[in-house]
């Protein structure tokens, strides 16, 4: 029987299993093994886990609880990982990927720690000199960039491709989501419906993460992203979505809980987006569209993770669940605001 720290077993994980697991599978370990929970998620769990030597590694697994079909597929996110890996996006290195549900009962993923700063409040920003705060918001999009020009035509990503509009294929799981959840008539259907009316030209198909933002990204204090981090929702389509989706974020601090702010020596959002058409060649006809359907999408986000923290199956985070369970109603609306023009755009 493995060592086991007994302290070390947050929601989600038999420690023993799974440092079972890792001595098996991964070289080197020296047990027991610690895990800590990473607070601030809203998706899949994720933990650090540090051995007797000091190596560090970081787990990804599904929620707790009854799950939405095709939703958190942590062996898809690390099968994206597997493939950029040694290439131009910065990724963490996976090390392993368990699907033998007995172990913990769950799907996960094991990665290298990368060492990092996750931008998310004033405190992780004051870590970052201000002077670099500049860099940093170069880096963030042209590392967008890079992602958007991966070659998805040629390799096994080109098998992944799937016929049809992105936006349509989003349209039609979003919907199954809430329907599936028990969204009811109200704010996040009448954005639907305004979205759908008319959908724009898919001109340039490529690597979509699905969730590019400053939260989601590794930055050294030199202002370089070291990683890109939760490809929950990466796919092939409108790379135009990630545009999008970078700055409606970037702009929504109210709602989003944080954001770069030009205050605090960051670019504003004009100069992110007018950065990456200069960086891709590409116009942004459509940006605007991109960033409603983003806080849509966000909103339909918003209504499964309430549902999960209500359920518990988040752990323990300390968390607001009526503020959480406004999000939703919020995003759709400041979603309206930019899609009828009277948003920032």
Known sequence: MAQVDAASEPIGLDAARVTAWFVEHLPDVAPPLHFELITGGRSNLTYRVRDEAGT??????????ELLSSAHDVVREWR???????????????????????VTGA?????????????????TVAAI????????SRSIVDTLAVIHAVDTTTGPLAQLRKPGSYLERQFRRWSRQLTAGGVGP???????????????????????????????LLIGTDGQVRAVLDWELWTIGDVMADLGWLTATWASADVIGWA??????????????????????????DLRYHQGFALWKLAAIAEGVAARFRAGAMGDQEVDIDALAQRPAQLAEMARAVLTGRGPG
Do not use: Q
Request: glycine share 10%; proline share 12%.
């Open 260 to 285: 770069p702010d030009p205050a605090d020596g960051f670019l504003d959002v004009d100069t992110v987006a007018s950065r990456y058409a200069d960086t891709t060649g590409r116009d942004l006809d």
């Open 56 to 65: 560090r590694w970081v787990l990804r697994r599904p929620p707790t609880g």
């Open 129 to 136: 000199p201000r002077p670099n705060r500049p860099t940093a």
């Open 186 to 216: 109200g704010p996040v259907w009448d954005v639907h419906e305004l979205l759908t009316r008319k959908l724009p030209a898919e001109r340039w198909t490529g690597l979509v993460h699905g969730d590019f933002r400053p939260g989601n």
């Open 107 to 123: 799907d996960f993923y094991v990665m290298k720690h990368v060492e990092g700063i996750v931008l998310d409040d004033a405190e």
């Open 80 to 102: 994206i990982l597997d493939l950029l890996a040694g290439g131009p996006v910065p990724v963490p290195p996976v090390t392993g990927c368990c699907t033998n549900r007995s």
